[in-house]
Nanobody, 115 residues
Framework: QVQLVESGGDLVQPGGSLRLSCAASGSMFSMYVMSWYRQAPGKQRELVAS???????DYVDSVKGRFTISRDNAKNTAYLQMNSLKPEDTAVYYC?????????WGQGTQVTVSS
């Protein structure tokens, strides 16, 4: 069982920045594909960004050029740097780890973009 703990969510003004962190338990972190999902009220959960064990990153079109996903295998931590935030980025952001057909989820962290 992998435990994931997100942090870094906050209330921020449009155009602002936040960095989310996801700390994982266990010794196999470097093998996981790490992803960030988000779910806005009344909407389905959507994949925002993912990073493979080798470091290749992919993004949903709506965040390309604004968000950056990264990982520090020595710290068992994944990050999501979010810049130029927009009100439509408001959501609960979830960290996910996947490996060998198994997927684990964190509890989520709230990001609110509002003036």
């Amino acid at each position: 069982q992998v435990q994931l703990v997100e942090s870094g969510g906050d209330l921020v003004q449009p155009g602002g920045s936040l960095r989310l962190s996801c700390a994982a338990s266990g010794s196999m972190f470097s093998m996981y594909v790490m992803s960030w999902y988000r779910q806005a009220p009344g909407k389905q959960r959507e994949l925002v960004a993912s990073i493979a064990s080798g470091g290749r990153a992919d993004y949903v079109d709506s965040v390309k050029g604004r968000f950056t996903i990264s990982r520090d295998n020595a710290k068992n931590t994944a990050y999501l740097q979010m810049n130029s935030l927009k009100p439509e980025d408001t959501a609960v952001y979830y960290c996910s780890a996947s490996f060998s057909l198994r997927r684990y989820w964190g509890q989520g962290t709230q990001v609110t973009v509002s003036s």
